[in-house]
């Protein structure tokens, strides 16, 4: 077991552990930390706990120290020269005659190194541009190529249920979104009203997925024929957040609609939960 702290350097960025040594460090500290990009400023989101060895990524760094009023000017002075580099880069994109867009670019907090991230539909042969940016900046050069969501991510936006996009306000980590979850949660199929501001499938189609799993299991499938109150029938639909099943009932010559529980009451289940 080990004792860490979780650190984020971004809103919204992955959580990192670290060894708080001997430090006494609360939610919210700021603190400056060794990375393997290099010195870092970043804030304690999770205080000091007991995590196994499977849980993090040995050996475990340790923080450095607390940050201090000193740091975070440094780190304001970063994000100017960072705008700085981003307008310096764009030109030398152009002159390159490069296919590719600049997203972002970020300095880390000791200035040992630049990173630039971009996106484009292919890979991009930036050789001669970092040679360029290298002797213009005078230190390490890193480009990185990302996807959409991470783009989206790092600009941010407002989705279209209104709000400031989950991936950059409060998801640490993309998880995987399928189809499938849309088609599970009985929603339209059509792309413009499932897919987020980077063009993939809505991150928000994972929240629900679980409960409505978990709940489709007790329901039988569509097309099972089942015995009701009514007689037997084929289901014809399900209300799955509501537990109903709509039954196309043979002598009713009618759908009609029961709840789960009612079937279970009256001893009509689904043939399907009694296997």
Same mark, same amino acid.
């Given at each position: 077991?080990?004792?860490?702290?979780?650190?984020?350097?971004?809103?919204?960025?992955?959580?990192?552990?670290? +060894?708080?040594?001997?430090?006494?460090?609360?939610?919210? %500290?700021?603190?400056?930390?060794? !990375? =393997? @990009?290099?010195?870092?400023?970043?804030?304690?989101?999770?205080?000091?706990?007991?995590?196994?060895?499977?849980?993090?990524?040995?050996?475990?760094?340790?923080?450095?120290?607390?940050?201090?009023?000193?740091?975070?000017?440094?780190?304001?002075?970063?994000?100017?020269?960072?705008?700085?580099?981003?307008?310096?880069?764009?030109?030398?994109?152009? %002159?390159?005659?490069?296919? &590719?867009? #600049?997203?972002?670019?970020? *300095? !880390?907090?000791?200035?040992?190194?630049? #990173?630039?991230?971009?996106?484009?539909?292919?890979?991009?042969?930036?050789?001669?541009?970092?040679?360029?940016?290298?002797?213009?900046?005078?230190?390490?050069?890193?480009?990185?190529?990302?996807?959409?969501?991470?783009?989206?991510? &790092?600009?941010?936006?407002?989705?279209?249920?209104? @709000?400031?996009?989950?991936?950059? =306000?409060?998801?640490?980590?993309?998880?995987?979104?399928?189809?499938?979850?849309?088609?599970?949660?009985? #929603? +339209?199929?059509?792309?413009?009203?499932?897919?987020?501001?980077?063009?993939?499938? &809505?991150?928000?189609?994972? *929240?629900?997925?679980?409960?409505?799993? =978990?709940?489709?299991?007790?329901?039988?499938?569509?097309?099972? %024929?089942?015995? !009701?109150?009514?007689?037997?029938?084929?289901?014809?639909?399900?209300?799955?957040?509501? +537990?109903?099943?709509?039954?196309?009932?043979?002598?009713?010559?009618?759908?009609?609609?029961? =709840?789960?529980?009612?079937?279970?009451?009256?001893?009509?289940?689904?043939?399907?939960?009694?296997?």
């Amino acid at each position: 077991m080990h004792h860490v702290v979780g650190v984020r350097f971004k809103k919204a960025g992955k959580i990192y552990y670290f +060894s708080p040594g001997e430090l006494e460090l609360p939610k919210g %500290e700021w603190v400056i930390v060794e !990375t =393997s @990009r290099g010195i870092e400023y970043g804030k304690v989101v999770i205080e000091k706990k007991e995590v196994s060895d499977q849980d993090v990524v040995l050996p475990l760094k340790q923080v450095i120290r607390i940050a201090e009023t000193k740091d975070k000017v440094i780190v304001e002075e970063n994000k100017q020269a960072a705008k700085d580099a981003f307008g310096l880069c764009i030109e030398k994109i152009n %002159e390159h005659n490069l296919d &590719m867009k #600049l997203v972002d670019v970020e *300095y !880390t907090f000791d200035r040992n190194k630049v #990173l630039f991230y971009f996106t484009a539909d292919g890979r991009i042969d930036f050789r001669e541009l970092v040679k360029d940016l290298a002797a213009i900046f005078r230190t390490r050069i890193e480009l990185r190529q990302i996807g959409v969501r991470d783009e989206a991510k &790092m600009l941010g936006g407002i989705g279209p249920c209104g @709000r400031i996009l989950c991936c950059s =306000s409060f998801l640490g980590d993309f998880e995987p979104v399928s189809i499938k979850m849309a088609k599970d949660q009985n #929603l +339209s199929l059509n792309p413009a009203k499932i897919s987020g501001l980077c063009g993939r499938l &809505m991150c928000c189609l994972k *929240y629900e997925n679980d409960h409505y799993e =978990s709940a489709k299991q007790a329901l039988p499938d569509i097309g099972k %024929e089942i015995a !009701t109150p009514d007689g037997r029938g084929r289901v014809v639909g399900l209300n799955i957040l509501e +537990s109903l099943v709509q039954v196309d009932v043979f002598e009713q010559e009618r759908v009609l609609e029961y =709840s789960l529980q009612e079937l279970i009451d009256k001893g009509a289940v689904p043939t399907q939960t009694t296997e």
